[in-house]
């Protein structure tokens, strides 16, 4: 049975810099899942030995404790977190 979650739970951005480790996204992208959240748009470039990554997700749970769990990565220098996204409604027009 497949659901689309995407229609009921809230979509955050989140900009990440961290350390270019081996690994190093792998982490980046469990603590995202076990926290209960969906990655549904991912960007990363690699520049000066560090990764730029900026995260779309989606979930109902707390994104500041997902933001403190990244934060605790040990590659992880800097999260920011931007307000919700903002997802127009199906079908609706401006």
Known sequence: MITDSSSISPSYTITCRMNHEAAALERLCQ??????????KMAVEAEDGALDIALTIQGARSVAMLQSQLEKLHTV???????????????RTA
């Open 31 to 40: 603590v995202v899942r076990i926290r209960g959240f969906r990655i549904a």
């Open 77 to 91: 220098a800097e999260v920011i977190l931007t307000t919700p996204a903002i997802v127009p409604a199906a079908g």
